[in-house]
Every structure is written in structure tokens, then in C-alpha cells.
């Protein structure tokens, strides 16, 4: 049965301990979360320093120089899909929020879904993020490079390397978030205060060592061949990439204090903040490169133009804010998927539900889903060793899973607006679209649809750019039938057990 749209409590909306047990939920989590700290767990997520040093080769590749104005289209699509999440993070400040209310206004089937896929897609970002890490530490100190002199992510010892940092990470953001939030929350706040100082150290530097002028975003001249339309629609996966995890703050709800009018703010704020400092640094490379047309733009990216700009002691330093923004954005993904992984247990909705579902009575952590992640992730990590053109790819389709997982949310939230049902946005004393809700809404659902389509469609350039059997080629739309046919079995199973469990009958016990 669908679950309604909750009611605004009449109570003080700053007993935030009271507000949650109205939802059917003790609170045993650590409220310790402020504003800023919000904030951080949303900007880290995005993480415009980790995703844009990563992706903006690829963006270049396709688009030249013009593929900069995919970054304000993502951007305005996005925050369509972030008006939806501000208004009811509002009314729904629960941990575990793209499950919690795509259930609410969908029903169980529909938020074990989003919330299944979600989890997938947060496992396999968090390996993504942590292998990052190669990218930038062996060309800050050689001695990072603890396996062989090649520190390619391809070849065999930077694939293993790779692997080593990125499991060494994982480890040490399991152990933070087993710890508990307090600590999270600083490292976080720190790591973000960090990559915000280190992304305007870069615009300034790209700004005051411009090549040309800001014309040069209407360059098409190095696109790749055929029709601009094309490359352009390849290049704007970039953006796609990165401009996910906004809604972290309201995975956070239940450890943010006052959350029905923070978390709406963070998600709103941590959107508009990475595309604003993530569009100057696009603007600021492309007028300050060296060259448009050498090949290195496309090939190596913004760290092409950095070290360009600056002597070495500035540039490592600068890429220091690198690997600061890469740690915390692994941190800020772990924790947000160990929360949807909590919530969904504490409703009996995964396997093991019980343990899942326990939180250390010192640090106030779901302990378990903490280190489940963490050894999904290193797992997820050694099939780079085996097959890093494989992982690059899976890392890419799982971002088709975290897309379809925000329609789950925002095609329910549709229905349920055009229906007649009880709108979310009724009460004055909270963020609301109002009378703008249905337009706002159909908005992010074609958008939603739009990126989906564009993000899974089998182009060989972008799955298969060195050749691979059609099954690579194809792996977006293979990638979501596995989980969604996984995922038939996990819930079935669980499914199962409850009933046996309410039955009577002998049954597998999930805790």
C-alpha cells in the first residue's frame, strides 16, 4: 500500500527528536550536524575537483572547446531535479531519503527499487572516487608509486597501484565512519573548506594567465568528426558525471540538526556552488591553455593546463587539494551510501536487516553498512587489476543507476502532484514550490528521462573506444537488467523471510 505524504507536525519544528518519532522511528543516530557541515557532506559528494580533473578530457575530446555550455544545461536539469529533493527533504528529514521517499509516494516495490539501485550505484562510486587517487599522488611524490615506475591507469603497475591507494582509502573512511559523525563531520568540513580554497586558487590562476579570450567557448574546430549535435550530446556526459550526490544532506536528515530547513538549503547550495566553481575552472582551462589543438588538452586535461601555469612546489600543492577533495568525496559517498543501506534495513528490507540495521552504542554509526561498502568497494577495486577498460565502464553505467533511482523519486512525486493528492509543498513554515510544483516536476522527469537515454545509449566511441565484444558496447542497459534482475531475487528473498518470520514457519533469518 502507498504510503501518504506526511503531515507537518504541529509540534516545534526544533524537536527534531520528537519530529522523527512521528515517522515510526527512534532516533539512534548522532544529531550532531550543523549548516556548513550539510553543506560539505552534499559538496563533497559532487566534488568538483575529484570528477572535473577525471573528466575533463573526455568532455574535450568530443565537444572541443564549446562542449563548456553542456555544463549549464546539466546544471539547470539538475536543479530541477533539486527543487523536487529541497521540498521534501522538508517534509521528509529521514536517513536513507531517495528510498524513504520514493516509498513514501510510490509505494514498497517502487522505494526498495530506487533505494536498491542507489546503493549500487554508491558502492561502485565510492571504488570510483578512491581510485581517483592515483591520478594525483604519484605526480605530487614519487614514492606513492609503490609498484613498478608506470603510473598510467592502464597499464599493469599503475592498475595495481591503483588499487593499493584506493583500498588504502576505503579503509581509512571505513574506520571514520565507524568512529562516528562528529568526526566525519570535521575531516569533512576541513576536506571541503581545502578544495574550496584550492578551486579558486586555480581560477584565479587560470585567469590571470589567459591565452585568449572567453570566445573561445564557441569553438567547435576540435570536436570529434560528424555532426556537432553528436558530440556535443557525448561531451555533456561529463557534466552527467559530475553533478550527482546533491542529495547527500538529506541522507544525512537524521544527523542534522533542525534538518527540514537545513537539508533543503545544503541540497540547493551544494548544487549552485559546484557549477558555479566547476564552470569557472572549465572557462578559466580553456582560456588559459596552452594550446587548443596539441592533443594534450583532450588527452590530459586540467592537469595539462596546471602544470603549464604554475612551477612545481604551487602545482603539487595544488594538486594536494586534489587528493584532499578526492579522500573526502570517497568519505562523503561511503557515508551517504551507509545510511540508505541503515534505512532500508531498519525497515526490513535487505538481507541480514538486523545487523544492518544496529548502531554502535558508543559512536551513534551503523557500523556494518560502513565496512560492507568499504569491502564491496576494494573488491570492485581488484577488477581493475584483471580489467581496467572494465572498470572504467562499469564506473561509467553505474551513474545510469543513480539517475534512474532520482526518476523513481521524481516520476512518483508527479503522479501523486497531477492526481490531486496531497501536495508536499502546503505548508508555509517550509521550502515549497507551490504553484510551480507540477511544471517544476515534469520539468525533471523529461530531464531525468532525457539523461538516462543519453548516458546508456550504446555509442562505441565512448564504451568501446579501443575495440570490446557488443556486450561492452551495450554494458549501460545490461548493467541496470542485472541489478534490476538482482535485485527481484534480493527482494524476493527478504520477502520470504518475513513471511516466514510472521508465519511462524522456520525461515532464514535476515538478522
Request: net charge positive; proline share 5%; hydrophobic share 55%.
Amino acid at each position: 500500500m502507498a504510503a501518504t505524504l506526511a503531515p507537518i507536525p504541529s509540534a516545534d519544528l526544533s524537536g527534531d527528536g520528537a519530529d522523527l518519532a512521528r515517522f515510526g522511528y527512534q532516533p539512534v543516530l548522532h544529531r550532531k550536524l550543523g549548516r556548513y557541515a550539510s553543506f560539505a557532506a552534499g559538496f563533497s559528494f559532487v566534488s568538483i575537483l575529484t570528477t572535473i580533473f577525471q573528466f575533463f578530457g573526455f568532455g574535450y575530446s568530443f565537444g572541443g572547446a564549446a562542449f563548456f555550455w553542456s555544463w549549464p544545461i546539466v546544471f539547470a536539469g539538475q536543479f530541477l531535479v533539486a527543487l523536487n529533493f529541497a521540498e521534501l527533504a522538508a517534509r521528509y528529514p529521514i536517513s536513507g531519503c531517495i528510498y524513504q521517499w520514493s516509498r513514501r509516494l510510490g509505494g514498497e516495490l517502487v522505494g526498495w527499487f530506487a533505494g536498491w539501485m542507489m546503493i549500487i550505484a554508491q558502492i561502485v562510486t565510492a571504488a570510483a572516487a578512491a581510485i581517483a587517487l592515483q591520478v594525483v599522488l604519484p605526480s605530487i611524490w614519487s614514492g606513492f608509486q609503490l609498484v613498478g615506475t608506470d603510473t598510467a591507469l592502464t597499464s599493469p603497475s599503475g592498475a595495481t597501484n591503483a588499487v593499493l591507494l584506493g583500498s588504502v582509502l576505503l579503509v581509512v573512511t571505513t574506520l571514520i565512519n565507524v568512529i562516528g559523525i562528529d568526526l566525519m563531520a570535521r575531516i569533512n568540513s576541513i576536506g571541503v573548506t581545502v578544495e574550496i580554497v584550492g578551486v579558486l586558487a586555480i581560477v584565479a590562476l587560470f585567469f590571470t594567465g589567459t591565452e585568449r579570450g572567453p570566445g573561445v567557448v564557441l569553438h567547435t574546430d576540435q570536436a570529434a568528426p560528424g555532426p556537432y549535435w553528436a558530440a556535443f550530446l557525448v561531451s555533456g556526459l561529463m557534466a552527467a558525471y559530475v553533478m550527482v550526490g546533491f542529495d547527500s544532506a538529506g541522507e544525512l536528515s537524521e544527523e542534522t540538526k533542525n534538518p527540514r530547513r537545513v537539508a533543503p538549503r545544503t541540497i540547493l547550495t551544494a548544487l549552485s556552488v559546484s557549477a558555479l566553481g566547476g564552470g569557472l575552472m572549465l572557462l578559466g582551462a580553456l582560456m588559459a591553455a596552452p594550446s587548443l589543438s596539441d592533443g594534450a588538452l583532450a588527452s590530459d586535461g586540467l592537469a595539462y593546463v596546471l602544470t603549464a601555469k604554475l612551477d612545481s612546489p604551487a602545482g603539487k600543492v595544488l594538486l594536494g587539494c586534489v587528493a584532499v577533495a578526492i579522500t573526502v568525496c570517497t568519505l562523503a559517498i561511503q557515508t551517504a551510501g551507509s545510511r540508505l543501506m541503515f534505512s532500508m534495513a531498519r525497515d526490513g528490507k535487505l538481507p541480514f536487516a538486523g545487523r544492518l540495521a544496529a548502531v554502535h552504542p558508543r559512536y551513534g554509526t551503523p557500523v556494518l553498512p560502513a565496512i560492507v561498502i568499504g569491502v564491496l568497494g576494494i573488491g570492485l577495486l581488484v577488477l581493475n587489476l584483471g580489467n581496467a577498460a572494465m572498470f572504467a565502464t562499469l564506473a561509467s553505467v553505474c551513474i545510469v543507476t543513480l539517475y534512474l533511482a532520482y526518476l523513481l523519486v521524481t516520476v512518483p512525486l508527479l503522479v501523486r502532484r497531477w492526481t490531486g493528492l496531497p501536495d508536499p509543498g502546503t505548508d508555509a513554515r517550509l521550502f515549497s514550490l507551490g504553484r510551480f510544483g507540477i511544471p517544476v516536476n515534469a520539468l525533471a522527469v523529461v530531464w531525468g528521462v532525457a539523461m538516462v537515454v543519453n548516458l546508456a545509449w550504446p555509442r562505441a566511441e565512448v564504451y568501446t573506444p579501443e575495440g570490446g565484444g557488443w556486450w561492452m558496447r551495450w554494458a549501460a542497459p545490461l548493467f541496470v537488467l542485472l541489478v534490476l534482475a538482482v535485485g527481484v531475487v534480493v527482494h524476493r528473498l527478504v520477502a520470504g523471510w518475513s513471511r516466514g518470520v510472521r508465519s511462524g514457519e522456520p525461515a532464514p533469518q535476515p538478522a
